[in-house]
């Protein structure tokens, strides 16, 4: 496939790719998509945690400014 503009000299060839000239075997394939999900999985895992840590934050500082006491904004 080549993809040139309009009277370009330059053009991009790109090599056409083939059921026969893939590598991956279907095991490989299963194993990548195994491995993404754990992956995903886990950055999912570490987001909810960062969330809930933010959360129980949150509720120390509003705790603190409704008991009427002052913040150390430098910690």
């Keep these: 496939m080549t993809i040139s503009s309009i009277g370009s000299t330059n053009s991009l060839a790109f090599p056409r790719i083939t059921p026969s000239t893939a590598s991956n075997s279907a095991a490989e394939v299963q194993a990548q998509m195994n491995q993404a999900k754990e992956l995903m ?11 809930q840590d933010m959360n129980l934050k949150l509720v120390r500082v509003v705790g603190a400014l409704y008991q009427g006491q002052k913040l150390d904004t430098t910690a």
């Design 41 to 51: 999985l886990r950055t999912l895992g570490f987001a909810f945690y960062k969330q």
